[in-house]
């Protein structure tokens, strides 16, 4: 099975920025398409990010449209979510997630069923 495991996560003021970083054993994720979703305080998981295979194609959801940006290495094994600009409401614990199958897709998905491999999250706490 994959192995995913977060990292980047803390606790920032608002306004401040944050990279995340997702690091994967096993098989290597060039073939993979990869997502970043979260889950806040008595909420359930959502998706946030996704990068398609080759890195060429990305999804945001509306609400951090402008303030993140999600980004791959497939050298490294490594993908990325810089956060910036970041509000109260971003506080959650973020997951990185892949998809062995999204090459065969028309299209990137934005939910968790579509998504095979998961990490362990990492937490993200935003202060006023």
């Known amino acids: 099975q994959e192995q995913l495991v977060e990292s980047g996560g803390g606790l920032v003021q608002a306004g401040g920025s944050l990279r995340l970083s997702c690091v994967a054993s096993?098989?290597?994720?060039?073939?993979?398409?990869m997502a970043w979703f979260r889950q806040g305080p008595g909420k359930e998981r959502e998706f946030v990010a996704a990068?398609?295979?080759?890195?060429?194609?990305?999804a945001y959801v509306d609400s951090v449209k402008g303030r993140f940006t999600i980004s791959r290495e497939n050298a490294r094994n490594t993908v990325y979510l810089q956060m910036n600009s970041l509000r109260p409401e971003d506080t959650a614990v973020y997951f990185c997630?892949?998809?062995?199958?999204?090459?065969?897709?028309?299209?990137?998905?934005?939910?968790?069923?579509?998504?095979?491999?998961w990490g362990q999250g990492t937490q993200v706490t935003v202060s006023s």
């Open positions: 997630a892949a998809d062995p199958a999204q090459p065969f897709r028309s299209g990137i998905p934005s939910t968790t069923r579509d998504y095979e491999y």
């Open positions: 990068i398609g295979y080759n890195g060429g194609d990305t």
């Open positions: 096993g098989r290597p994720l060039r073939s993979y398409g």
